[in-house]
T-cell receptor
Framework: KAGVTQTPRYLIKTRGQQVTLSCSPI?????VSWYQQTPGQGLQFLFE???????NKGNFPGRFSGRQFSNSRSEMNVSTLELGDSALYLC??????????????FGQGTRLTVV | GDSVTQMEGPVTLSEEAFLTINCTYT??????LFWYVQYPGEGLQLLLK?????DKGSNKGFEATYRKETTSFHLEKGSVQVSDSAVYFC????????????FGDGTTLTVKP
């Protein structure tokens, strides 16, 4: 079955612009989480959506937002881009919520470069 | 809050050498523990997991045992191959928020022929 699909794979934006990243989870998976990966900070949790509702949020400024649609696809948006937002953004899907034992399936990520 | 500490890399080994990557954690409750692997240009893939104390996760020759008394989950492999070259992440699952995992900083492993 198809894995987690993230689009686009690569993106170059200018400071001050905004960007929208997309994630299509594995079919039947209802939980989508987003992570930011940078060389200096490692993998940091952004937020998690389940059934179109944000369930958890990490310590990121309000410029980072997201949403989930009824088909479980998710988007994240970053407004007023800063150079420090350059990172690999990873999306992970899980089948349900509340089961801490289930693994997360990751997409290949979107490489965002802010210039 | 929850945290994961991994041994710093990079780690460079010769083929067929023994591998250990240390991982310790701090968490409330009884989290599940995971090792993920990331190959160049790819997302993370689950390598193995353990859900309770003394559980041993294993996959592709890799093993890790959930040690509650030492809050550790060290990754081991008896004989590494060039194809094992990747970045390895130790992670714990939040016992109350399953969608949130806390990751270590990652350890880069390079295996030379």
């Amino acid at each position: 079955k198809a894995g987690v699909t993230q689009t686009p794979r690569y993106l170059i934006k200018t400071r001050g612009q905004q960007v929208t990243l997309s994630c299509s989870p594995i079919s039947g998976h209802r939980s989508v989480s987003w992570y930011q990966q940078t060389p200096g900070q490692g993998l940091q949790f952004l937020f998690e959506y389940f059934s179109e509702t944000q369930r958890n949020k990490g310590n990121f400024p309000g410029r980072f937002s997201g949403r989930q649609f009824s088909n479980s696809r998710s988007e994240m948006n970053v407004s007023t881009l800063e150079l420090g937002d350059s990172a690999l953004y990873l999306c992970a899907s899980r089948k349900g919520q509340g089961d801490v034992n289930t693994e997360a399936f990751f997409g290949q990520g979107t490489r965002l470069t802010v210039v | 809050g929850d945290s994961v500490t991994q041994m710093e890399g990079p780690v460079t080994l010769s083929e067929e050498a023994f591998l250990t990557i240390n991982c310790t954690y701090t968490a409330t409750g009884y989290p599940s523990l995971f090792w993920y692997v990331q190959y160049p240009g790819e997302g993370l893939q689950l390598l193995l997991k353990a859900t309770k104390a003394d559980d041993k996760g294993s996959n592709k020759g890799f093993e890790a045992t959930y040690r509650k008394e030492t809050t550790s989950f060290h990754l081991e492999k008896g004989s590494v191959q060039v194809s094992d070259s990747a970045v390895y992440f130790c992670a714990l699952g939040d016992a109350t928020n399953a969608g949130k995992s806390t990751f270590g900083d990652g350890t880069t492993l390079t295996v030379k022929p």
